[in-house]
Nanobody
Framework: QLQLVESGGGLVQPGGSLRLSCVASGFTFDEYAIAWFRQAPGKEREGVACSGPPSEAETKYSDSVKGRFTISRDSAKNTAALQMDSLKRDDTAVYYC???????????????????WGQGTQVTVSS
C-alpha cells in the first residue's frame, strides 16, 4: 500500500523559509516521481514542483514558485523535501506530496493521475 506522510509545515513571516518533508512507504521509491501540491481555501489544488525518478533525473516547477522553491529526494531514506525560500503571503496553503509511477507529468500543475497522496501539512505565511 502506497503511503506518504508530510511534515514541516507551520507559521512563517513573509520573506522567511520553511522546509517540508515527505516520507514514503509501501512502494519502490525510485520508480516513482514525487510531486508537491498546494491548495489554498477556495482554490483548486495546484502542483508546484515535481522530481522524476533517478532514472529520469528531471525536476519541474510551476511559474509561481520557480527560483524560490527547491524539490529534492533522498533514495536512501525514501524521503522527498520541498525547500521554500522567500515565502509570500500567497504561498499560504495546505501542502501535499504525491507519487506518480515512472515520470513527472507534462504539466506540473495538473493533479490528475497520481497514485498516492499524503494527508497534507499547513503552511501559513503571515506577519
Amino acid at each position: 500500500q502506497l503511503q506518504l506522510v508530510e511534515s514541516g509545515g507551520g507559521l512563517v513571516q513573509p520573506g522567511g523559509s520553511l522546509r517540508l518533508s515527505c516520507v514514503a512507504s509501501g512502494f519502490t521509491f525510485d520508480e516513482y516521481a514525487i510531486a508537491w501540491f498546494r491548495q489554498a481555501p477556495g482554490k483548486e489544488r495546484e502542483g508546484v514542483a515535481c522530481s522524476g525518478p533517478p532514472s529520469e533525473a528531471e525536476t519541474k516547477y510551476s511559474d509561481s514558485v520557480k527560483g524560490r522553491f527547491t524539490i529534492s529526494r533522498d533514495s536512501a531514506k525514501n524521503t522527498a523535501a520541498l525547500q521554500m525560500d522567500s515565502l509570500k503571503r500567497d504561498d499560504t496553503a495546505v501542502y501535499y506530496c504525491a507519487a506518480m509511477y515512472a515520470i513527472c507529468p507534462h504539466n506540473v500543475i495538473n493533479p490528475r493521475g497520481y497514485d498516492a497522496w499524503g494527508q497534507g501539512t499547513q503552511v501559513t505565511v503571515s506577519s
